[in-house]
């Protein structure tokens, strides 16, 4: 496993005549300058907390209404109640239930980040935004004192009743990958919802705080690293090879009769 | 390795000044410098190198590290030229050494013998602008091979009952298969179509003292940190500083060029990064600025010998604008296919590369290729299927588990030339410098968006040949959106309907070259950069001729 991580050949790119065994092979120069490829320590991290995790959740879950953040925590643009609401949400959002959610993954700590960085034109819709999540909890439930003391069901009415135009939206492609969210015109929710997903799903190896020990891409499958080698699948790894389509539709006939 | 470049003064009377670095000014400037010209370059963006590109989405999704910025450069969009442009974003497109070339996909196609000629053989089309190339296949066919030798690219000759004739393989063998090409090309040749591996300018082999493709998956968007994808600045921007003839200038905004009361272009004005304004002086201009920069350069730039834009006696400069058509079908599969590995693309087909308009009711033509090129983030905010909650564990369970099993089919097609689809200039925006902003003007031909939903059909039959669990096509709209910027100011034998000759050459000014997408006369089937380089190195070719006949003076 860790050979993924750590076995990248180095080779003096003058010097390297290619045979056909490694063909293949990795070919990186001037190394030392590329941190990026040697993410053992992220890779390390994700691991040790899924092995971990359940033991970690559970002392998660039990502690869920207790804040978890350092009684020192210096943040970038929340205050500390802030920070808590701005927590509970996100955790709805995508919850810690039973593996890693955005609690783990610090998204409050990217989100934080984010607000004094390229999020900086959001400051006035979370500041603005979150007394407004806060009565609709006390429309909902008078009786509950803030979002974050609110238990999971309630939490997740009071988003239901945020999200009723969502719910139906129509999935688009994000734009050749040029997603913008257009947040002016867009509820805090909205916002929300695409910060907590990408402090869960950014590349641990930033500077923004997000997706803590790699939690999130552990979650999707995204195994930790930058370079990687084929076979990456079992479909490609038993694949015979490109043929013209006359040998291979009598080959696929013979397959079939088997 | 640290190259010392020549150090022009903007006094020096250059032999050419490019405006821009990306797939035409790279070519031109290393294909002009290495014949002995001296050459400026001015890039609009900084100068970026391998080490400065990352995988941080937000930092090059977000705050556009490789691209135009909407903050500082805005757009404003209308879809015809009656109504109000409103601000909008419109385009995106490279702004930094190597313009688009850092973060395209690398899709290789070349244009086929129709794309050049297709107007003689159907006939006019009501609403379109349609017309051939002055040129032909065969005469861009060696320029063709030179890209694929020249930048690197990656692929099988012959593989495709549909290409066009070649004077050479391609120099390295077609990178490794994903499991979506294989899972692509298995429901395809059910279905009879005839897959074939993708061709790709991204290196399979060591070459030239760059790497192989490591697998990264961040391709689409992202600069590549080994030098595997066959960008400008990876392939061509050396070489053309190793000349000792070439000088690239980043963080030059080029606004106007300059006219002597001869009618030639003297030089190129720009703001250097502090906005002080240089005008730096050459014997012949080239744009390569892409199909919006390039002719919003010549609208910036008229006079009152120009009037109307400088180069512009046609009206054409900015119109005719043609995005591709594009749709985009997605499956889920049983299996884990890990598609995030490697590259975007492994398979294509062209077996619909020429519809027969009798039978299918409308003008187009296209490929489909397999990929998945949505990083996490992205994958995460919009690549789950219709109807998947947007929140809470039935989200999270989805995201889990459908990233690595999920895949799209991507239909690349025709876009017809539309004399009011264009770039101008907004006249009331205006950019951080205080020009005015692009303005898009765009409405798809009907044939385009009929086109868009055919491919995208086609996109779900292979799907269900492939047997995947879920499927869905992203929603097909009017675009308001491009990155294929083609055919602003396009090639032409006659003056009164085209801005440049076949030499690049505008028709109005003996010394000033257009070379990028905005030469284009028709779309292709999608994958434009392959024939911009193209044309680039055969401009190269021109315009060294012309030179040497003492023609640009």
Same mark, same amino acid.
């Given at each position: 496993?860790?050979?993924?991580?750590?076995?990248?050949?180095?080779?003096?790119?003058?010097?390297?005549?290619?045979?056909?065994?490694?063909?293949?092979?990795?070919?990186?120069?001037?190394?030392?300058?590329?941190?990026?490829?040697?993410?053992?320590?992220?890779?390390?991290?994700?691991?040790?907390?899924?092995?971990?995790?359940?033991?970690?959740?559970?002392?998660?879950?039990?502690?869920?209404?207790?804040?978890?953040?350092?009684?020192?925590?210096?943040?970038?643009?929340?205050?500390?109640?802030?920070?808590?609401?701005?927590?509970?949400?996100?955790?709805?959002?995508?919850?810690?239930?039973?593996?890693?959610?955005?609690?783990?993954?610090?998204?409050?700590?990217?989100?934080?980040?984010?607000?004094?960085?390229?999020?900086?034109?959001?400051?006035?819709?979370?500041?603005?935004?979150?007394?407004?999540?806060?009565?609709?909890?006390?429309?909902?439930?008078?009786?509950?004192?803030?979002?974050?003391?609110?238990?999971?069901?309630?939490?997740?009415?009071?988003?239901?009743?945020?999200?009723?135009?969502?719910?139906?939206?129509?999935?688009?492609?994000?734009?050749?990958?040029?997603?913008?969210?257009?947040?002016?015109?867009?509820?805090?929710?909205?916002?929300?919802?695409?910060?907590?997903?990408?402090?869960?799903?950014?590349?641990?190896?930033?500077?923004?705080?997000?997706?803590?020990?790699?939690?999130?891409?552990?979650?999707?499958?995204?195994?930790?690293?930058?370079?990687?080698?084929?076979?990456?699948?079992?479909?490609?790894?038993?694949?015979?090879?490109?043929?013209?389509?006359?040998?291979?539709?009598?080959?696929?006939?013979?397959?079939?009769?088997? | 390795?640290?190259?010392?470049?020549?150090?022009?003064?903007?006094?020096?009377?250059?032999?050419?000044?490019?405006?821009?670095?990306?797939?035409?000014?790279?070519?031109?400037?290393?294909?002009?410098?290495?014949?002995?010209?001296?050459?400026?370059?001015?890039?609009?963006?900084?100068?970026?190198?391998?080490?400065?590109?990352?995988?941080?989405?937000?930092?090059?999704?977000?705050?556009?590290?490789?691209?135009?910025?909407?903050?500082?450069?805005?757009?404003?969009?209308?879809?015809?030229?009656?109504?109000?442009?409103?601000?909008?974003?419109?385009?995106?497109?490279?702004?930094?050494?190597?313009?688009?070339?850092?973060?395209?996909?690398?899709?290789?196609?070349?244009?086929?013998?129709?794309?050049?000629?297709?107007?003689?053989?159907?006939?006019?089309?009501?609403?379109?602008?349609?017309?051939?190339?002055?040129?032909?296949?065969?005469?861009?066919?060696?320029?063709?091979?030179?890209?694929?030798?020249?930048?690197?690219?990656?692929?099988?000759?012959?593989?495709?009952?549909?290409?066009?004739?070649?004077?050479?393989?391609?120099?390295?063998?077609?990178?490794?298969?994903?499991?979506?090409?294989?899972?692509?090309?298995?429901?395809?040749?059910?279905?009879?179509?005839?897959?074939?591996?993708?061709?790709?300018?991204?290196?399979?082999?060591?070459?030239?003292?760059?790497?192989?493709?490591?697998?990264?998956?961040?391709?689409?968007?992202?600069?590549?940190?080994?030098?595997?994808?066959?960008?400008?600045?990876?392939?061509?921007?050396?070489?053309?500083?190793?000349?000792?003839?070439?000088?690239?200038?980043?963080?030059?905004?080029?606004?106007?060029?300059?006219?002597?009361?001869?009618?030639? $272009?003297?030089?190129?004005?720009? /703001?250097? @990064? #502090?906005? *002080?304004?240089?005008?730096?002086? +050459?014997?012949?201009? %080239? !744009?390569?600025?892409?199909?919006?920069?390039?002719?919003?350069?010549?609208?910036?730039?008229?006079?009152?010998?120009?009037?109307?834009?400088?180069?512009?006696?046609?009206?054409?400069?900015?119109?005719?604008?043609?995005?591709?058509?594009? $749709?985009?079908?997605?499956?889920? /599969?049983? @299996? #884990?296919? *890990?598609?995030?590995?490697?590259? +975007?693309?492994?398979? %294509? !087909?062209?077996?619909?590369?020429?519809?027969?308009?009798?039978?299918?009711?409308?003008?187009?033509?296209?490929?489909?290729?397999?990929?998945?090129?949505?990083?996490?983030?992205?994958?995460?905010?919009?690549?789950?299927?219709?109807?998947?909650?947007?929140?809470?564990?039935? /989200?999270?369970?989805?995201?889990?588990?459908?990233?690595?099993?999920?895949?799209?089919?991507?239909?690349?097609?025709?876009?017809?030339?539309?004399?009011?689809?264009?770039?101008?200039?907004?006249?009331?925006?205006?950019?951080?410098?205080?020009?005015?902003?692009?303005?898009?003007?765009?409405?798809?031909?009907?044939?385009?968006?009929?086109?868009?939903?055919?491919?995208?059909?086609?996109?779900?039959?292979?799907?269900?040949?492939?047997?995947?669990?879920?499927?869905?096509?992203?929603?097909?709209?009017?675009?308001?959106?491009?990155?294929?910027?083609?055919?602003?100011?396009?090639?032409?034998?006659?003056?009164?309907?085209?801005?440049?000759?076949?030499?690049?050459?505008?028709?109005?000014?003996?010394?000033?070259?257009?070379?990028?997408?905005?030469?284009?006369?028709?779309?292709?089937?999608?994958?434009?950069?392959?024939?911009?380089?193209?044309?680039?190195?055969?401009?190269?070719?021109?315009?060294?001729?012309?030179?040497?006949?003492?023609?640009?003076?």
């Amino acid at each position: 496993m860790l050979y993924r991580f750590f076995c990248i050949d180095v080779l003096a790119r003058k010097n390297y005549s290619p045979k056909k065994k490694d063909r293949q092979t990795l070919l990186i120069t001037e190394l030392d300058r590329r941190k990026f490829l040697c993410r053992g320590i992220a890779a390390l991290g994700a691991t040790w907390t899924a092995a971990h995790w359940p033991s970690v959740v559970a002392a998660a879950e039990h502690a869920h209404h207790i804040a978890l953040f350092p009684e020192d925590q210096k943040w970038e643009f929340f205050t500390p109640a802030e920070a808590k609401e701005v927590e509970a949400l996100a955790s709805c959002i995508i919850p810690s239930d039973g593996t890693p959610g955005a609690r783990e993954a610090g998204v409050v700590y990217f989100i934080d980040r984010a607000l004094v960085t390229f999020a900086i034109d959001d400051q006035k819709k979370y500041r603005e935004g979150l007394p407004e999540i806060q009565e609709r909890l006390h429309e909902l439930f008078p009786e509950v004192a803030s979002f974050s003391a609110a238990t999971s069901e309630q939490q997740e009415a009071v988003l239901a009743s945020i999200d009723e135009a969502g719910a139906k939206s129509v999935p688009r492609r994000p734009r050749g990958n040029f997603n913008r969210p257009n947040s002016a015109a867009q509820p805090l929710f909205e916002v929300l919802r695409v910060h907590t997903i990408a402090g869960f799903l950014i590349d641990p190896e930033t500077d923004r705080k997000g997706n803590r020990g790699g939690v999130g891409w552990a979650l999707i499958g995204r195994e930790p690293g930058h370079s990687f080698q084929p076979p990456f699948s079992a479909i490609d790894r038993d694949y015979p090879g490109w043929h013209p389509v006359t040998s291979v539709t009598a080959a696929t006939k013979d397959a079939d009769k088997k | 390795m640290k190259i010392d470049q020549p150090k022009y003064k903007t006094s020096d009377v250059v032999d050419f000044v490019i405006v821009g670095s990306g797939a035409a000014g790279g070519v031109l400037a290393k294909e002009l410098s290495t014949n002995g010209f001296s050459v400026v370059v001015l890039e609009q963006g900084p100068y970026l190198h391998e080490k400065d590109f990352s995988h941080d989405e937000i930092k090059v999704l977000q705050e556009d590290q490789l691209t135009n910025h909407p903050k500082l450069q805005p757009n404003t969009f209308r879809k015809t030229p009656q109504d109000k442009a409103r601000p909008q974003r419109a385009l995106v497109y490279g702004r930094a050494v190597g313009g688009t070339s850092n973060h395209f996909t690398a899709n290789f196609w070349r244009f086929h013998e129709i794309d050049f000629k297709e107007r003689s053989k159907i006939g006019p089309i009501a609403g379109s602008t349609f017309t051939d190339w002055p040129i032909s296949y065969a005469d861009l066919e060696p320029y063709y091979t030179k890209v694929e030798w020249g930048v690197g690219v990656s692929g099988l000759a012959g593989a495709s009952p549909f290409d066009p004739p070649r004077s050479k393989p391609y120099p390295m063998p077609p990178l490794p298969v994903k499991s979506n090409g294989v899972i692509f090309e298995r429901a395809a040749r059910k279905l009879g179509w005839n897959p074939f591996p993708a061709p790709m300018a991204i290196l399979s082999q060591p070459r030239a003292g760059r790497s192989a493709c490591i697998n990264c998956g961040f391709c689409l968007a992202f600069g590549c940190e080994v030098g595997a994808k066959s960008s400008s600045l990876a392939s061509m921007i050396p070489l053309a500083e190793r000349s000792g003839k070439c000088e690239i200038r980043p963080n030059s905004y080029v606004h106007k060029i300059e006219i002597d009361e001869r009618g030639r $272009a003297t030089g190129a004005v720009y /703001f250097d @990064e #502090q906005k *002080n304004v240089h005008l730096q002086r +050459a014997k012949a201009v %080239i !744009l390569s600025a892409n199909g919006a920069e390039t002719p919003r350069l010549l609208l910036l730039s008229a006079s009152s010998k120009f009037p109307n834009g400088l180069a512009n006696s046609s009206g054409y400069v900015g119109k005719n604008l043609m995005f591709n058509t594009g $749709a985009v079908s997605v499956g889920v /599969f049983e @299996e #884990q296919t *890990n598609d995030y590995k490697g590259y +975007a693309v492994s398979r %294509i !087909l062209h077996d619909f590369y020429e519809l027969d308009a009798q039978k299918v009711g409308f003008y187009g033509g296209g490929g489909l290729d397999a990929r998945f090129d949505l990083t996490p983030i992205g994958f995460g905010i919009g690549g789950l299927p219709p109807g998947t909650p947007r929140w809470g564990k039935d /989200f999270k369970a989805a995201l889990a588990h459908n990233w690595t099993r999920t895949f799209e089919i991507f239909g690349h097609g025709t876009s017809l030339p539309v004399e009011n689809n264009s770039f101008s200039v907004d006249p009331d925006v205006k950019d951080a410098w205080g020009l005015p902003a692009l303005r898009l003007t765009y409405k798809d031909h009907p044939d385009d968006l009929k086109l868009a939903h055919w491919l995208a059909a086609r996109s779900m039959e292979l799907l269900d040949a492939a047997n995947a669990k879920q499927k869905w096509t992203f929603p097909i709209d009017e675009q308001q959106f491009g990155v294929h910027l083609l055919g602003t100011c396009r090639m032409g034998d006659d003056p009164k309907t085209s801005v440049i000759n076949p030499d690049h050459q505008t028709h109005d000014v003996k010394n000033l070259f257009l070379c990028d997408g905005s030469s284009l006369v028709t779309s292709g089937r999608g994958q434009p950069t392959m024939t911009i380089m193209a044309l680039a190195f055969r401009a190269a070719d021109r315009i060294m001729a012309l030179a040497k006949r003492g023609d640009l003076a």
